[in-house]
């Protein structure tokens, strides 16, 4: 008796589409963002730890490493894919809640160096990495996301079809890939509530295990292609309000890496509409500024309720703190959730003034969309209010190519890269589909690690 045709099978069968010049010009803005976020990451505490970790238990090795020094590819991958996050300035897709940069393209320039692939094949690769692990992200159920870390958990699945792109992976091969790379499912949110390091090590192993997988499934390492849908599996022990047909839906609406959107603040995106609401009224006087209401959905108080953040992650993930920059400095740039922004007597004062609350109208839309309502109540009694119905660098409302382009530039200053070499790189990356191979940029990756 024939066995149906699992969701994996259907899955991997979709990513045999055309994937034209826009698509591939796209994966390049993805390219870039990442390369943005994680030179940046290769200057904090948390990759100080990372380099010496590697410098005392790593193997050394040809791959290239924004350490400074050659690892294995395993140790690479793990390093790069610890990085993506730590700006809290990482692209995301809203209806999956889930950050694809991090994990998916440090995988792919992983395998990519690994079977000197080319500029072409790199870039497609992306683009399948993202498109799988969207599909299975959207699939689970808001159930799923208040325990589990969603960019680790479908993070492996995106990984391993990358990776199967860039090695040549047969279907049946491709699917053990993402069935293996799923099977070790993680991610567990409990890390939010204790100083600590553990989600960018999640991106990592998410980035790891897809990776393993897929070579694994080279040699014929076989994985259960019923793992979406078994009474055992995916779904089934992580999330009891899934949508399975999500998965293979809308297959011929075009590749998912466009509904993906761009960041352009230092924070958690959850804190975006609120801090656009907070730009778009303009100059506030802050010392006439007696209350500040935000309203917005309830993952946004979830996540990012601090009023008293101790340390620049824990800024990243406090409204009140992102509202208060945003009055008093107009954006929030980088700097301003260092230490001493966070003691400062102005910002404080702010913080301690806002007030947080859901707002219906807001949650019914999320995660469609992403809303915030801020008031702001003077001390002479009048009010000021702005509604955000989406954030800035949503599809909705995106980012323009300068914008992406000029925030690299940015993150690269931030690390302390040189203009010439920022030039260097954002050349390649930007024309990197017309390229022959990969030579120009991983030469011009190796010249940038090495910034202080």
């Known amino acids: 008796m024939k066995q149906p045709v699992t969701l994996l099978e259907q899955l991997v069968s979709l990513l045999d589409r055309e994937i034209d010049e826009q698509t591939l010009t796209r994966a390049q803005l993805h390219l870039l963002d990442w390369l943005g976020c994680s030179v940046y990451g290769a200057r904090s505490e948390l990759a100080g730890k990372l380099q010496n970790y590697l410098a005392q238990w790593g193997t050394s090795g040809n791959s290239w490493n924004l350490s400074g020094g050659d690892s294995c590819w395993q140790d690479a991958l793990q390093y790069h894919g610890a990085l993506g996050s730590v700006s809290e300035m990482d692209d995301l897709h809203r209806t999956s809640t889930l950050h694809p940069g991090p994990v998916i393209i440090p995988a792919a320039l992983a395998v990519a160096e690994l079977v000197q692939a080319g500029p072409r094949a790199l870039l497609e690769s992306i683009v399948v990495g993202y498109e799988v692990m969207i599909r299975i992200g959207r699939a689970l159920g808001r159930d799923h996301y208040a325990l589990y870390h969603s960019t680790s958990t479908c993070g492996s699945f995106g990984a391993a079809a990358a990776a199967a792109r860039l090695l ?26 204790e100083a600590v390091e553990t989600k960018h090590l999640h991106n990592a192993s998410a980035a790891h295990a897809g990776v393993q997988a897929a070579l694994l499934a080279s040699q014929q390492l076989r994985g ?24 293979i839906d809308q297959a011929t609406d075009g590749w998912l890496l466009f509904q993906c959107s761009f960041k352009p603040w230092p924070a958690c995106r959850h804190t975006h509409p609120a801090i656009d609401a907070v730009r778009a009224l303009g100059d506030l006087p802050a010392q006439e500024i007696s209350a500040v209401d935000i309203s917005t959905f309830g993952d946004a108080l979830l996540f990012c309720n601090r009023p008293h953040p101790e340390s620049s992650a824990q800024a990243r993930f406090s409204l009140q703190h992102c509202a208060a920059v945003a009055i008093l400095f107009g954006k929030p740039e980088i700097e301003h959730f260092d230490q001493a922004f ?8 702010l913080r301690d003034k806002v007030k947080l609350h859901v707002n219906e109208e807001h949650q019914r839309a999320y995660p469609a969309h992403f809303g915030a309502t801020v008031r702001v109540t003077l001390q002479d009694g009048s009010d000021l209010e702005m509604v955000s119905h989406d954030a800035w660098g949503d599809p909705e409302w995106p980012l323009a190519s300068d914008d992406i382009i000029g ?25 990197l589909s017309r390229q022959d191979d990969l030579g120009s940029l991983f030469t011009a990756l190796r010249g940038i690690r090495g910034a202080k």
Request: glycine share 10%.
């Open 168 to 193: 040549g992976l047969a279907r049946e091969e491709t699917v053990w890939a993402l069935a293996n790379a799923g099977s070790r499912t993680g991610g567990f949110w409990q890390m939010r509530h």
């Open 407 to 431: 925030k690299a530039r940015t993150l690269f200053s931030a690390a302390g890269v040189g203009a010439e070499s920022t030039e260097d790189i954002l050349e390649v990356t930007l024309n």
């Open 224 to 247: 259960p292609a019923s793992l979406l849908e078994g009474t055992q599996g995916f779904f089934a022990a992580t999330s009891s309000q899934a949508m399975p047909l999500a998965v």
């Open 342 to 349: 966070l003691e400062r007597p102005d910002v404080v004062a």
